[in-house]
Each structure stands twice: as C-alpha cells, then as structure tokens.
C-alpha cells in the first residue's frame, strides 16, 4: 500500500501542492475607479497611491490621481485638487526620497493651472511651485530619476525624450541629436548613470535602433550595448515595450510584445545581458500567448526581493501553461509552480507593487480575480515571498536609523552576503555583493528607502532613513 501511494504522489503535478493565493479581504474598493488606472506605488506606511485615466473613485470624485488607505477608502489627507484635468491623463507617478511625488502624462492643466506633462507635488498632493517642468510639447509616459537628482523623461513627439535639471528646468547638456523616431516608453536607469529606453521606435539620431537602446550619461548613444536586429513582431506589427529592468547582477529584463530579439525568439519577455546580448541562461519556452496564434502582452513586471518576477499582462497562456494574467517566474525563466493564482484575472494587469508587509496589489481592468469579483484594484493576501522574508526583518539591527554618513549592520539570522538599497519607486539607488557590516550613506539624497540584505539564508528587507 505505501508503495502504491509514493508511486501516485511521484506523478501529481506541483500545482497540486501549489500555496493558494487569495484575495485580501481588508481591502474593500467598492465600484472602484470609473476608468482605466495604469500606475500604482505602494507607500511604506501602507497607502496606496495611485495613477490613471480615471475621474472618480467609489463614486467621489478623484481625477487622474489618488491615494487610498490600506483599507481601500479615500485618503483626504492628500488633495491634489482638480488634478490633471481638461481630458489629460496621468501615465506615470514617481516618489521621490524626499517624499515629493512627480506625475507625468497627457495633460495641460493640473489643478487649473496651466502644466505641460509634468509637475512635482509635495507630500500632501499639492503643487510644487518651485518646480516648472519645460517639456517642449510631448505627452510623458515613462520618467526616471538620475543620482544627482534629475530627470529623464520620455514620451512622444519632438525628440521623444528629454533630461530635466532638479528645477524642472531643460537641461541643456543632453545632447541626443535627432533623437527617436517614434515614441518612448519606457526607461531605466543603470547605477553606472547609463540610460536604457524602450519604446516603438525603429532609430535613434537616424540610426536603426529597434524597440531599445542604451545612451551614455550625456544622451549619446552607448556603442557598448549591441542590440543587433532589435526587437521584432510582425511585418505588419510594431514591437512594443513597456517595461526595462536592470537586476542587481546588472543583467537587463525586457517586457512587452515582441516575437523575438536579435533573430532569437522569446515571446514578450527577454533577459539580456549588460552589453546587449541575449542572456541564454533565461528561457520561457513558447513564451506568453493569448491563444495558439495571438502573441501575449506583458505589462507589469515586479522583481520580488528573494529575485523572482512578478508578471502580469494580457495573456492566457505561459509556455503552454494556463496562466491568465498573472504568473511568477523563476530566476531561469520556468514558471514557478510552487503557487497557485487558480483561474486568475479575467482582463488586463497593468502594474504589480509590493507592500512592506509582503501582500501584493494588483492594478488592471479586471472585474474578477479566480472567479471573485473584485474592480481594477486588488490585494493579494498570500504573501508571494517563497519564504516570510518581511518578517524575519526582526532579526535585523539597523543603527543609527535615521542616519546621515554610515549605517551599521547587525544580522542575527545568518551571513550577509550583500545589499541593495531601493527607493519609493523601486529603483536600485545603491548595491554590493560583499560581505558588510558597515554601509557608506553619505551620498544619499535626504529620504526613505528600504535596504535590503541577501544572507546564506533568505533576503531580508527594512526601512532606512536618511537624513
């Protein structure tokens, strides 16, 4: 009889012992928000912020922009006033660490006044006035900040993209000659100051770049990074790309809906390495699909702090697997089995954060979630860690916490190996791979961050305060 009961539990898929995923019921959205909201940021008190092409929320009016408490309901604390109005869109928000919030997209007017495609907001929602973003008419849809504290924003027309002094002013030393042909989309930055961009386009400065590009510091571009043939979809489809990682090992994650990259396929997500080439060691199989002839699209990409992704989109299909709109992949690219989305998002995902407790939130077009009903915004209650890596911060001595020049390390759960310091938005700002007990904070910007620390055991996470 044993026998017989090992022999069926060698062939039961893992699925079976999947760890379920399931709703948050402490988030109530009620009917949500009246249209498409395209960018969330969970903040590290627990609200939610967040972006879109929306004009109200729950029934109370909410244009563009809005921050909710952890429950679900309205934030008033935070009044952006009439917002991004007369038709605009908000197709990005980044928090900077001073906690001053960057809002950029489609719009000509924010809270009546006249703004063109981007402004900067103090923490309570209301205008920075010292900043006066000089975009030359071109709608955003991606920004990202620099070190020193600048800004690089793309978007469409004119040369696509632009670099931004602290003031919001035009900085003059960006020098991208003709710049891109079709719009950007997408942006990174590299903690060597390099700038990766994604988009529609097919040439930069009028040479072929297609789909991604890499530009040196001062906007030219980088001979380094060999993108071959580019990106391709269809002779009738231009690819797309909407989302540029760089990983702590500075290897390069590419989303959006393509065929293939440099002649080698992957369906709607690569992994490159840092000069360009195809990483090999990255491989999805027939990649993501809506059906056996109509390609997925990826949209929302989060890389989890024990190094796995977190991948929504509009897709039903992963290598073959029954996946609907969202998965999480290995480090290799295989699809991680050991948990269990059940019949998953019946429309879109659009952006994926991670809150400081561990509870994902998922942002999108569905109005279900494994047969629930649940509008545009959801909690996933589950924490998606493969192990309780929020918890075991306990462990974690941080001191002095705020700090100014150093902060020191004291780990009672194993060896550090190394750290990343990340922040608001998600971007690295700060990494080493060696073994610390000691970390130089003297060149951080005055804000809240969160450091991470990977050990022998686990990676383990904690807000850090500059000063």
């Known amino acids: 009889m044993h026998k017989k009961l090992l022999f069926f539990l060698s062939f039961v898929p893992t699925a079976f012992f999947a760890q379920a995923v399931s709703l948050d019921p402490a988030l109530v959205v009620g009917t949500s928000f009246s249209n498409a909201a395209t960018e969330i940021i969970a903040m590290p008190d627990g609200k939610i912020l967040v972006g879109g092409w929306f004009t109200n929320y729950n029934g109370t009016a909410a244009n563009r922009i809005a921050k909710l408490n952890s429950d679900g309901t309205l934030d008033f604390s935070f009044n952006p006033g009439t917002a991004a109005s007369n038709g605009g869109d908000v197709n990005e928000i980044l928090v900077l660490p001073d906690g001053k919030i960057i809002v950029a997209g489609n719009f000509g007017y924010f809270n009546g006044i006249a703004k063109n495609y981007i402004v900067r907001l103090l923490p309570t929602g209301e205008l920075d006035t010292s900043f006066e973003g000089a975009v030359p008419n071109a709608y955003l849809n991606a920004v990202a900040l620099q070190a020193d504290g600048k800004l690089v924003a793309g978007g469409n027309t004119g040369k696509r993209i632009h670099r931004l002094n602290i003031d919001g002013s035009v900085d003059a030393s960006f020098n991208i000659g003709a710049g891109f042909d079709a719009q950007v989309h997408s942006l990174a930055i590299q903690s060597d100051g390099k700038i990766l961009v994604g988009g529609y386009f097919n040439s930069f400065d009028g040479n072929a770049a297609k789909g991604i590009i890499r530009l040196n510091s001062d906007g030219t571009r980088d001979a380094s990074f060999d993108m071959g043939s580019g990106f391709f979809y269809s002779s009738n489809n231009i690819p797309s790309i909407t989302e540029i990682k760089v990983l702590d090992d500075g290897k390069i994650l590419v989303a959006g809906q393509f065929v293939s990259y440099n002649g080698v396929s992957s369906k709607s997500l690569i992994r490159l390495q840092a000069n360009g080439s195809v990483d090999t060691s990255f491989n999805i199989g027939t990649g993501f699909a809506i059906n056996a002839t109509a390609i997925g699209t990826v949209t929302a990409v989060k890389i989890q702090p024990d190094g796995k992704y977190l991948i929504g989109g509009n897709f039903n299909l992963i290598n073959d697997q029954n996946y609907k709109n969202i998965v999480r992949l290995n480090t290799d690219g295989s699809v991680d089995s050991s948990i269990n989305f059940g019949s998953g998002f019946n429309s879109s995902v659009r ?69 990343s310091i990340v922040d608001l938005s998600g971007r690295t700002i700060q990494s080493s791979n060696e073994h610390l007990t000691t970390i130089n904070t003297s060149n951080l910007a005055s804000g809240n961050y969160i450091l991470m620390l990977k050990t022998d055991q686990s990676t383990v996470s904690q807000k850090l305060i500059v000063q």
């Open 351 to 419: 952006a994926i954060d991670i809150q400081a407790d561990g509870k994902t939130l998922v942002l999108g077009d569905f109005s279900t979630y494994d047969g629930n009903t649940v509008r545009r915004l959801a909690r996933l209650q589950t924490d998606l860690l493969s192990t309780d890596k929020f918890s075991e911060s306990k462990k974690l001595i941080v001191y002095p916490n705020p700090c100014k020049d150093f902060v020191s390390l004291d780990y009672e759960g194993g060896n550090i190996l190394g750290y």
